[in-house]
């Protein structure tokens, strides 16, 4: 079982599993290690409330920006998050270092 889906039953459905075993919430894909990041500052509730009122496509950046700063970096052993089309094509937010750069081409959102 899924972190995101222990969270879940609280949320009444608000978090899914992808098929590919990723984080959906509100059309927005978190991969696993970017989730496990983000509960980091975050709780599940107030990343659902984020998509909510902002969209998918601004809270992936909201994320992204927020785990830009030297703080948050810092707190999360030096790594990032990255704002790209998750392979269905829609946003999603990865772990500055999940994929290679190759696989980066043409997914930025």
Known sequence: MKVWELHNLRLEGE???TPDGAAEIGGLVLSEKA???AVRDFRPDQLIEL???????????ALVTHYSSPDARAQSGGR???AIRDPN??????RSDELGEGELMGRRL
Do not use: F, K, M
């Open 15 to 17: 978090i899914r599993t």
């Open 89 to 94: 094509g829609g946003p999603g937010v990865y």
């Open 80 to 82: 990032g998050l990255i």
């Open 35 to 37: 989730y496990l990041i």
């Open 51 to 61: 998509v909510a009122r902002h969209g998918p496509h601004q809270a992936a950046e």
